[in-house]
């Protein structure tokens, strides 16, 4: 299983051209990550709140297949790939059945003020996996 959420492409998302601006498609991914965190239970305030730690955001990748217009329908699927001490979301847009991008995020985590990596708490690693299963 994956986590899917729909993100509407709003007029205030385009360039002058009616095209979806990058940037804002990074943030329909962010909001996507942030929908999903805290639909498992893990929300990325709590995280640093409650659990003391953080997902920083290491490194990202993103592949940009086709255009996407003011009010396209961009369907979001986020999976999830957990390693010791990190997270790799891994994202596909898809609209209209075709493929507008493709993408990863890497994401280390650390305790609040820390400096380095740590292991991926028990309990945050079973509600990751329970939502790609």
């Known amino acids: 299983m994956s986590y899917t959420r729909t993100w509407t492409v709003r007029f205030s998302d385009t360039d002058p051209f009616g ?11 962010h909001e996507t990550s942030d929908m999903f965190m805290e639909d498992i239970g893990w929300s990325f305030w709590e995280l640093t ?7 920083p955001l290491v490194s990202m990748d993103f592949d940009f297949e086709r255009q996407v217009r003011g ?9 999830t790939d957990i390693g010791t001490s990190s997270v ?11 493929v507008v991008f493709t993408g990863t995020e890497h994401r280390v985590c650390v305790p609040v003020g820390g400096d380095h990596s740590v292991p991926v708490p ?3 690693r079973a509600a990751l996996k329970s939502a790609a299963e």
């Open 122 to 124: 028990d309990e945050l």
């Open 19 to 29: 095209i979806a601006h990058y940037p804002r498609m990074i943030d329909a991914i």
């Open 71 to 79: 009010g396209d329908q961009v369907q979001i699927e986020l999976t």
């Open 49 to 55: 709140e409650e659990h003391e730690i953080g997902l």
């Open 88 to 98: 790799q979301f891994v994202y596909t847009g898809t609209h209209n059945g075709s």
